[in-house]
């Protein structure tokens, strides 16, 4: 089943076009991996995709509804839409279980008991249950990321965006990353991941959405992509990629 379509999306600014005609969809349980040239617009596309970002026209249409249609509540909306931040925007002054906490007692409502029992959860289903203690701070880049998972999962999304979820982290942890990934795909979490590490993409099950100039140029597995493809915009990319691998 179809979770997420995108119909023309366009997003310009001063009139410059950052987006310009993106048309993709997502099904249910589906792993995709979005990636492209540094400002090709991927980055846009995910902020656009929650409404963080207003797009300039085009639809998307979310679990059936028109999201980007008058009167809809983007709040209800983006509490279906997990949002792990290429920096994981954790609270610094609230420790790893807080921070998991925090939205499922501000916007779901929840208990301090009843958040406490769900956030433990999500945070062993990250491995992360003996860390649950811990500041941001004293944590590293591969355990704060789990965090933001956690804290993502534990609202019960429909779909989890991934916004540069290796760049700063070591190759060991890049690795950790992309088990973490496999494992929640093959618990059907639906995940839409914006990717500059070809290793990771290697790493997944998805089809790649290769984006260039704000357009989707390319769509298939990333196998495909690598192997001298029609598109020389996907070629030069790829081959740029390859001496890193």
């Keep these: 089943m179809t979770l997420l379509q995108v119909r023309g999306l366009t997003k310009n600014y001063d009139g410059i076009g950052v987006l310009n005609g993106v048309d993709f969809s997502l099904c249910e349980g589906e792993i995709k991996i979005v990636m492209g040239p540094s400002g090709c617009g991927k980055t846009t596309l995910l902020r656009c995709l929650n409404r963080l970002l207003e797009p300039s026209s085009g639809e998307i249409i979310f679990d059936g509804e028109e999201i980007t249609a008058a009167g809809v509540d983007i709040q209800h909306v983006r509490q279906r839409i997990g949002f792990v931040f290429q920096n994981f925007a954790l609270y610094r002054h609230l420790s790893a279980l807080d921070n998991v906490k925090l939205g499922l007692r501000k916007l779901r409502g929840l208990s301090d008991a009843e958040a406490t029992q769900r956030a433990v959860h999500e945070l062993g ?11 941001p701070a004293h944590l590293s880049g591969g355990q704060q990321q789990r965090v933001a998972i956690a804290r993502a999962l534990a609202m019960d999304p429909a779909v989890l965006f991934f916004d540069e979820p290796t760049s700063a982290l070591d190759p060991l942890m890049a690795r950790e990353v992309a088990n973490l990934l496999n494992r929640l795909h093959a618990e059907k979490v639906t995940i839409l991941c914006v990717t500059h590490d070809v290793t990771l993409a290697k790493n997944l ?13 390319a769509e298939a597995p990333i196998s495909e992509l690598m192997k001298n493809h029609a598109n020389e915009n996907v070629r030069a990319f790829f081959e740029q990629k390859a001496p890193n691998e």
Excluded at 128 to 135: A, E, G
Excluded at 205 to 217: A, C, R, S, T, Y
């Design 125 to 135: 289903r990250v491995e992360m249950q003996n860390h649950q203690d811990k500041y």
């Design 205 to 217: 099950p998805g089809d790649v959405l290769f984006l260039n100039h704000g357009q989707v140029e």
